[in-house]
């Protein structure tokens, strides 16, 4: 929270980024009165600035009248190097996996407790992807959330495994099978998922390295694997080791 925001002198500014900054991982949409109390903020003072933010697209306000963060702010995030750096130098090996393979292709980092989708080409096949850039899905029940999450510290995997929520009758959130699909993941270097995210969709995901670590990973979607999983596995293995290089 924000000591000094409300104090006298304290710029508009301040003010602003103090209402940006109330947000966090377990404080993802808040209503008015939350905002101006993680702000220090009198509330008419909230209310005009809040509104101000949302005009230009640094908040949204949700049909409960609830305000989370905007899309305008994940737009400038894309333009912070780290982002634009991976995904300009994957950008090639997207394109090279999409065209073997004419399936959904997805490149994502996890974020806290999520993995968020960092860029995305959609695959010929009609199958139903829920994902889209920008957006951030749980880490359990996705092919790429699998592998980020099976590389995160022990503290993250036991935060992600204490009550998953189940998104589809298929999704795992038993925490011991849980576990035990992360252990194969980190051996076998790959991650699947049979409709976990959305019905109609299989996922095969696999890790990105700078060197000895895992910063992001690299997935297809597909309507069903058949015996096609060891050449999608494969393919994907191969352009994130091109990444891995470039990264390098």
Avoid at 209 to 226: K, Q, S
């Amino acid at each position: 929270m924000a000591g000094n925001s409300s104090t006298p002198g304290a710029s508009v500014t301040s003010k602003a980024l103090a209402l940006l900054g109330a947000f966090d991982e377990q404080h993802r949409r808040l209503t008015l009165t939350e905002l101006a109390a993680r702000a220090d903020l009198p509330v008419p003072t909230t209310h005009r600035l809040v509104g101000e933010l949302v005009a230009w697209g640094a908040l949204a306000r949700t049909p409960s009248g609830q305000y989370v963060v905007g899309r305008r702010l994940w737009d400038l995030g894309l333009l912070a190097p780290v982002q634009t750096g991976l995904r300009q130098l994957a950008s090639p090996f997207l394109h090279d996996l999409y065209g073997a393979t004419l399936a959904t292709v997805h490149l994502a980092v996890r974020d806290g407790l999520e993995v968020l989708y960092v860029d995305r080409l959609a695959g010929h096949a009609s199958v139903p992807v829920v994902s889209s850039v920008g957006s951030r899905l749980p880490l359990h029940a996705t092919g790429v959330g699998k592998v980020l999450l099976a590389h995160a510290p022990p503290e993250v995997q036991a935060a992600a495994l204490v009550d998953p929520v189940r998104i589809t009758a298929y999704t795992v959130t038993q925490p011991g099978r849980l576990h035990r699909q992360l252990a194969r993941t980190v051996r076998d270097g790959y991650a699947t998922t049979v409709e976990e995210m959305s019905l109609g969709a299989c996922s095969v995901a696999v890790p990105i390295r700078r060197g000895e670590d895992v910063v992001a990973a690299l997935g297809i979607v597909v309507p069903r694997f058949g015996n096609d999983r060891p050449r999608l596995v494969a393919a994907l293995q191969v352009a994130a080791r091109g990444i891995g290089r470039q990264l390098a």
